[in-house]
């Protein structure tokens, strides 16, 4: 993945109610500000520039939300099998 596009990732994500809620907070500047406390920067924009960064980030962040989203749609299907 390029570095570019972990910031620009994150940006989108952080406008989605669904992100929001796997961060536990609730609207934008608060997944942003929460993204940027587990990964350990001050901006972003740091995702894109610091190697060490940008793993926390994958390991963190991105990876932990795929997870969640495939549990979650393991969880609808499971209720569409009853």
């Known amino acids: 993945m390029s570095g570019q596009r972990a910031c620009l990732w994150t940006v989108l994500r952080c406008r989605e109610q669904d992100f929001q809620q ?25 995702l894109d520039r610091d190697p060490a960064a940008q793993a926390r980030w994958n390991e963190r962040i991105r990876r932990a939300y795929q997870q969640h989203l495939q549990n979650q749609k393991g969880g609808r299907d499971a209720h569409h099998n009853d």
């Open 22 to 46: 796997f961060l536990g907070v609730d609207g934008e500047e608060a997944a942003a500000s929460r993204v940027k406390e587990v990964c350990e920067v001050e901006s972003r924009a740091q």
